[in-house]
């Protein structure tokens, strides 16, 4: 039988009913002591054994737990896991009573120094509890255990598929059957199949001569499953995994992805979300995924600092969505032991993910951590024992570092050090081999840069908002203009909350070119903008169009972050010229912004900008014909409150997202407007508070199914009234 949910029913500390996954301290949103949850908490679940387990494996599968899990099954222990990112296994067999087991899981949320990646400062939360999904898991005595799957010669006519499999076997059981291979395709077509006597611990087996295979890329994320029989005399026992063919390459002329040149551009994310840190589950996890690919048009996500939710991943294979994952860390490495466990967080890592297409590089250096030889030689010597097919990557901050890894990955803050003593000119990126102190050219790529070099809020003036956007589009320029880096990845994609030590002391680092709730900040733009406009036009104003806002005050020069040809600006009666991106400032962009300013403007013409200020449109252009338009009032007022939820359709006990946005009357959000909503959710759990002030015009919020049913969400502002939404959970 297939895994099966293992969620309901676990008693929180002796008296709440909770289902998994569950944050064991939800944190409100700024201000508070994260020490709240840096403790010891008890999930308890009671259960019968089923009759039809005789004689069958049953274990329990835990996909996450925060930090150091101990469980026990009434009362005896079955095993400890102090890696708070990947999965653990409880074996049940032999141990389980006709009714009544009990079942007991310990988790220690403080920050053992023992364990990665604590024992230093981190500059992110880690919450506690079992805050990813558990699962039954009953199969025959022998089974079908961890399976890799490698696609040697995609760039062949004919490809092959080769598949390793461990097989389970606790009990030590003679083991003789036979182990079958099918492979189809997405709409379950079988394309091959083959089949091998297994008798040992492990059995390979391969596919060849394949024809019409579609590779997997970041466009056609073409996808295909492998489905694994094993037949014994113990009975028999299937799994199924998804994969896709494709290289994946990085070279000192760049990334090359099945062979050809792909410049990344792309952002790191934390798994993080307001209230519920770490346990939201797989509805929220794939909505970053589709955020990132559709909405920011990244076509890289780096999992900033640990290995992520599998939901994610799978969602990132399925949209052609480029992963670079990392091991738990932050700067600091602790003793041998410690050094020891970050080789397994390697090994764990690995053994999970390596049949995930979208994976492309494994980051086995702790995160702007020093060197260390010894260390670093053994987690990369992990990686390739396991994983022959994919690159190895160290990120560091520090210039003329080691190089152990197969790929040199690099911090590089310059921007903005000018501000801070440095003597240098203004510099997005220093040259490569600056960095590295090689006398060679090596694969290199940039794995951060912008973050808290220039900390940026939703409701901070719309000068510096200008100048967030202008510090990524200028990395964004250099990155395209060097041919000797393989990409970019900028930090980050969404706020996140921090310990006290970090951040602007609300226990948030605004780091972000989104909000927590996802809400986008004028740099998200600068990302989205360089797509292709045949995924959608962009067309957004660096402006709240305001005539006091900014310094002096106006609104130039005033950045339009587009994907069109050319834009136009109609000011009040007087029609202004249209304007071209600006190539001279940013040539290597794929989409450069247009930028308006003195240069555009006569004298006469700059005179319409007086003390009377008026409405204006901004129109793109997109080979000679209008493709969109944005709208500014010069009296904005408050006029609309919009509640938006991501879908009407949810499953049951998962959760949706809901934004609320005060607009003014042509649908343009407030960036000012303070005053707080009361959320009432009736069939579903709210979570988070019931009343939120609006932060930069919008607030978002999360409503968890509690089963099938229908659900009534009502918003309401004092000065805007309220709005109802009606969804459902199947």
Same mark, same amino acid.
């Given at each position: 039988m297939p895994k099966t949910d293992f969620n309901a029913d676990w008693l929180f500390e002796g008296c709440d009913s909770v289902r998994l996954p569950h944050n064991a301290v939800d944190l409100p949103f700024s201000y508070f002591d994260e020490r709240v949850y840096q403790r010891v908490f008890t999930y308890e679940k009671t259960f019968d054994a089923d009759p039809t387990w005789a004689r069958r494996e049953v274990s329990v599968v835990f996909d996450g737990a925060m930090a150091n899990a101990r469980v026990s099954l009434n009362g005896a222990l079955l095993t400890r896991h102090a890696d708070g990112y990947t999965p653990f296994e409880a074996r049940l067999t032999g141990l389980l009573q006709p009714t009544g087991n009990r079942l007991t899981v310990i988790v220690d949320g403080s920050e053992n120094p023992g364990i990665p990646p604590f024992g230093g400062a981190i500059d992110y939360l880690t919450y506690a509890g079992i805050y990813r999904e558990v699962w039954l898991n009953v199969t025959a005595p022998v089974s079908i255990g961890l399976h890799k799957i490698e696609t040697p010669n995609v760039l062949a006519a004919h490809k092959s598929v080769t598949v390793t499999t461990t097989l389970n076997n606790p009990q030590n059981l003679a083991v003789s059957g036979t182990l079958t291979a099918t492979l189809c395709d997405a709409s379950g077509a079988t394309i091959a199949t083959t089949s091998a006597s297994v008798t040992g611990s492990t059995a390979t087996l391969t596919l060849a001569g394949l024809a019409d295979i579609t590779l997997w890329d970041t466009t056609t994320p073409a996808l295909y499953t492998l489905n694994l029989t094993l037949d014994t005399p113990q009975g028999q026992d299937t799994a199924t995994s998804r994969f896709g063919f494709r290289s994946a390459e990085f070279t000192s002329d760049g990334f090359k992805l099945n062979g050809k040149p792909l410049k990344i551009r792309g952002l790191n994310r934390h798994q993080s979300f307001p209230y519920a840190g770490y346990a939201l589950g797989r509805a929220a996890q794939e909505k970053d995924a589709e955020i990132l690919k559709h909405d920011l048009r990244v076509n890289l996500v780096r999992t900033s600092h640990y290995?992520?939710?599998?939901?994610?991943?799978?969602?990132? $294979?399925?949209?052609?969505?480029l992963v670079?994952?990392?091991?738990?860390?932050?700067?600091?490495?602790?003793?041998?032991?410690?050094?020891?466990?970050?080789?397994?967080?390697?090994?764990?890592?690995?053994?999970?993910?390596?049949?995930?297409?979208?994976?492309?590089i494994w980051g086995v250096r702790i995160n702007e951590s020093q060197?260390?030889?010894?260390?670093?030689?053994?987690?990369?010597?992990?990686?390739?024992? #396991?994983?022959?097919?994919?690159?190895?990557?160290?990120?560091?901050?520090?210039? $003329?570092?080691? #190089?152990?890894? $197969?790929?040199?990955?690099?911090?590089?803050?310059?921007?903005?050090?000018?501000?801070?003593?440095?003597?240098?000119?203004?510099?997005?990126?220093?040259?490569?081999?600056?960095?590295?102190?090689?006398?060679?050219?090596?694969?290199?790529?940039?794995?951060?840069?912008?973050?808290?070099?220039?900390?940026?809020?939703?409701?901070?003036?719309?000068?510096?908002?200008?100048?967030?956007?202008?510090?990524? #589009?200028?990395? #964004?320029?250099?990155?395209?203009?060097?041919?000797?880096?393989?990409?970019?990845?900028?930090w980050c994609a969404f706020d996140y909350n921090t310990h006290k030590d970090f951040g602007s002391g609300d226990r948030l680092c605004h780091h972000g070119v989104m909000d927590m709730f996802r809400e986008p900040k004028f740099a998200a733009y600068a990302y989205a903008s360089q797509s292709d406009p045949a995924d959608g036009i962009i067309l957004k104003p660096v402006t709240f169009w305001a005539r006091g806002e900014r310094n002096i005050g106006g609104v130039l020069p005033l950045i339009i972050l587009t994907n069109c040809d050319e834009v136009e600006l109609t000011y009040g009666n007087h029609r202004l010229k249209r304007v071209g991106p600006d190539r001279e400032k940013y040539p290597h962009l794929p989409h450069a912004p247009v930028i308006l300013d003195r240069r555009h403007f006569t004298h006469d013409e700059l005179g319409l900008w007086g003390m009377m200020w008026e409405d204006a449109t901004i129109t793109g252009y997109l080979n000679g014909k209008a493709v969109a338009t944005a709208r500014f009032v010069s009296d904005p007022v408050a006029t609309t409150l919009q509640v938006t939820p991501d879908t009407t359709r949810i499953a049951a006990h998962e959760a949706t997202r809901v934004m609320v946005r005060a607009l003014d009357q042509v649908g343009n959000k407030l960036p000012f407007f303070p005053e707080p909503v009361a959320i009432t959710v009736t069939g579903a759990r709210l979570i988070g508070p019931s009343l939120v002030p609006l932060r930069a015009g919008s607030t978002g919020f999360w409503v968890q199914s509690t089963g099938a049913g229908s659900i009534e969400i009502t918003v309401t502002s004092d000065r805007l009234g309220t709005q109802t939404l009606h969804l459902t959970a199947e």
């Open positions: 290995p992520q939710s599998s939901h994610f991943l799978n969602r990132c $294979d399925e949209l052609g969505l670079f994952e990392e091991i738990p860390g932050w700067q600091h490495i602790g003793d041998l032991a410690w050094q020891k466990e970050s080789v397994e967080n390697v090994r764990r890592m690995i053994r999970r993910d390596w049949n995930h297409p979208s994976i492309i060197d260390n030889h010894d260390f670093y030689l053994q987690t990369n010597a992990a990686a390739h024992a #396991l994983d022959s097919t994919r690159q190895t990557g160290g990120v560091r901050y520090i210039t $003329d570092s080691e #190089l152990l890894e $197969d790929v040199y990955t690099m911090n590089d803050f310059i921007l903005g050090n000018e501000e801070h003593g440095g003597n240098r000119p203004r510099t997005p990126l220093r040259p490569q081999q600056e960095v590295t102190g090689l006398p060679h050219v090596v694969p290199y790529i940039i794995t951060e840069y912008g973050g808290h070099m220039y900390p940026t809020k939703s409701n901070d003036q719309e000068q510096r908002q200008a100048e967030h956007v202008t510090r990524h #589009l200028e990395v #964004l320029n250099a990155m395209h203009g060097d041919p000797q880096i393989a990409g970019c990845i900028g």
